[in-house]
């Protein structure tokens, strides 16, 4: 399958200051790349839709001016957590979404290995 | 709109089997299957892509019952290495594309 990464795997930072997570599409081109956070014991949240060379669409309830979404290039999005707090301490996992006849007939999505994020 | 999962947990011995079912009030077009393990990323097990499809993967399947709008994953004769949450996830149409949106997991633990 298709290999999706993600940098760096954990940060710890202090309250108030900002926080860039790569999420890159190793061995494809992805349009599209999701961003999910999940707390403990908890699902995966979808906050928002990166497209490539447009501005991502987010999930209600997620503040686009905290979470700074790029998606600069076919094999990369970035998410900003800007100021974070220690509620923003989650598990942070991005997706990238294949197109038909990538490695299949259809879209199919995989996940990065994902970020740990402590703010203290 | 957030599928529903049921059971919530489920404790098995090596060897039992388990079903686990994944509902939703909207129409499904595809379900997804993941399994997770703590601290990792999910890992993709299988999609059914329409409804009476049924998959396999060595001793997981799935079936899709696209009319009742819900979907089961079967584990058999389950191996130590099945524990994990296991989530179902849906697919939505929204204007930016399709994005998954994930019921609240089965936790699933297999022991010896």
């Known amino acids: 399958g298709a290999v999706v990464s993600q940098h760096p795997s954990w940060v710890i930072c202090k309250s108030g200051t900002s926080v860039k997570i790569e999420c890159r599409s190793l061995d494809f081109q992805a349009t599209t790349m999701f961003w999910y956070r999940q707390f403990p014991k908890q699902s995966l949240m979808l906050m928002a839709t990166?497209?490539?060379?447009?501005?991502?669409?987010?999930e209600q309830g997620v503040e686009k001016d905290k979470f700074l979404i790029n998606h600069a290039s076919l094999t990369l999005s970035t998410l900003t957590v800007t100021s974070a707090h220690p509620e923003d301490s989650s598990f942070y996992i991005c997706?990238?979404?294949?197109?038909?006849?990538?490695?299949?007939?259809?879209?199919?999505?995989?996940f990065g290995p994902g970020t740990r994020l402590t703010v203290l | 709109q957030q599928p529903v999962q049921s059971p919530q947990a489920v404790i098995l011995r090596e060897g039992e089997d388990a079903v686990i079912n994944c509902s939703s009030s909207?129409?499904?077009?595809?379900v997804h299957w993941y399994r997770q393990k703590h601290g990792e990323a999910p890992v993709f097990l299988m999609i059914l892509l329409k409804g009476g499809e049924q998959k396999g993967h060595e001793k997981i399947s799935a079936s899709f019952n696209e009319k009742k709008q819900q979907s089961s994953l079967y584990l058999t004769a389950s191996q130590l290495s099945y524990s994990g949450t296991y989530f179902c996830g849906t697919l939505t149409n929204s204007n930016s594309g399709y994005a998954l949106n994930f019921g609240k997991g089965t936790s699933l633990l297999v022991t010896p």
């Open positions: 909207k129409a499904l077009y595809s």
């Open positions: 990166s497209n490539e060379g447009s501005k991502a669409t987010y």
């Open positions: 997706s990238a979404l294949t197109t038909p006849g990538t490695s299949s007939s259809y879209n199919e999505q995989f």
